[in-house]
Nanobody
Framework: QVQLVESGGGLVQAGESLRLSCAASGSIFVINNMGWYRQAPGKQRELVAG???????NYADSVKGRFTISRDNAKNTVFLQMNSLKPEDTAVYYCNAAIRTRIWSSSYDYWGQGTQVTVSS
């Protein structure tokens, strides 16, 4: 069984920063891609940022230059540094990881429970 546990959300004012963390635990053989998604009320879940096991990153246009994704492979953890936050960044942020639990198994997507980020103007 695999769990993703997020932390670091909260309420901040526009222009401030937050750092999200997500730690994977359980029966893990290897973690491939990791990423952060967000879902605002009444909107679809969208990709915010992703990072491959090799360290390649990609970002949504709306967060480029403000957010930075990183990972610590030794600790099975992914981070999202969010700077210059805007009210439109308000959403529930979800951690995602593509994980193989056995050497012979396929990679499956796992999700965290979500953490609320609220940015006031």
């Amino acid at each position: 069984q695999v769990q993703l546990v997020e932390s670091g959300g909260g309420l901040v004012q526009a222009g401030e920063s937050l750092r999200l963390s997500c730690a994977a635990s359980g029966s893990i053989f290897v973690i491939n891609n990791m990423g952060w998604y967000r879902q605002a009320p009444g909107k679809q879940r969208e990709l915010v940022a992703g990072v491959t096991d090799g360290g390649n990153t990609n970002y949504a246009d709306s967060v480029k230059g403000r957010f930075t994704i990183s990972r610590d492979n030794a600790k099975n953890t992914v981070f999202l540094q969010m700077n210059s936050l805007k009210p439109e960044d308000t959403a529930v942020y979800y951690c995602n990881a593509a994980i193989r639990t056995r050497i012979w198994s396929s990679s499956y997507d796992y999700w965290g429970q979500g953490t609320q980020v609220t940015v006031s103007s």
